[in-house]
């Protein structure tokens, strides 16, 4: 089972950035896409951006214009970064790869926007 490992969380103001990193420990084009999702207190987990094997991205209207996700092949790492943040983009941040209709998780990287 494919291990996946997020890094780059942490405390910023608002409207500064953060850049989220998931290292998987399998070749990233085994899955069909890579995304990631957010999940903030009282809330359900929702999609942020995605990017499937052809390297089309989609992103949730939130993430349009500040978030970028990229991919570095010969790192089978997956990144998110994000800018312009708001208070409410507050959220455990999870790496996920989708096989078909399965999906695997990490553990998830925590990000508070605060002054």
């Known amino acids: 089972q494919v291990q996946l490992v997020e890094s780059g969380g942490g405390l910023v103001q608002p409207g500064g950035s953060l850049r989220l990193s998931c290292a998987a420990s399998?070749?990233?084009?085994?899955?069909?896409?890579m995304g990631w999702y957010r999940q903030a207190p009282g809330k359900e987990r929702e999609l942020v951006a995605d990017i499937n094997v052809g390297g089309v991205t989609n992103y949730a209207d939130f993430a349009k214009g500040r978030f970028t996700i990229s991919r570095d092949n010969t790192r089978n790492t997956v990144y998110l970064q994000m800018g312009s943040l708001k208070p409410e983009d507050t959220a455990v941040y999870y790496c996920s790869a989708r096989l078909l209709s399965r999906y695997y998780w990490g553990q998830g990287t925590q990000a508070t926007v605060s002054s």
């Open positions: 399998e070749n990233i084009f085994n899955f069909n896409a």
